[in-house]
């Protein structure tokens, strides 16, 4: 079962992506931050990728049961071999596709593996970390208690994400 999504919201240029929950409640944390970022003159493009990769964060946290404003350098540590050895979520291919990591026999590329590039995951760990400088920066220093978050910070433990 696949955990969160991001949307393209159409027609709204001043929120093009969001991060929501299953419910369609919006996760109000990753919201700001690309909202900084379009404020920051971050592309469409941009902000499409910083979402997707926020997205796989925030379905790596929810897979170690970790809310992400008490996220450590313990999960940092791990979110990198995870990276490396989780499977890309599955698309739609064509039927003349060739299979993941085969090698173009006229170009001698090889095609999209079933797991992160290099280039991918140093992408990844790039934008998570430009997600907590912004957070930290923006708020203080990260507090411990759930209870003691800025307002509008939701809390997405145990909460289904789409």
Known sequence: ??????????????????????????????????????????????????????????RFLHAVEVPWYLASRVEARDFAPWLKTAKKPPRQRRPDAPTPGSVNPITGKAAPGENRAARTRRHARAVVRSFYEYHRETHGRREQEPARLPAGHQQWRGRPLG
């Open 1 to 58: 079962m696949r955990h969160g999504r991001t949307l393209l919201k159409r027609g709204n240029p001043l929120r093009p992506f969001r991060l929501v929950y299953a419910d369609g409640t919006e996760v109000s944390a990753v919201r700001e931050f690309l909202h900084h970022m379009l404020a920051d003159d971050a592309s469409p493009a941009s902000l499409r990728s910083y979402a997707y990769e926020l997205l796989t964060c925030v």
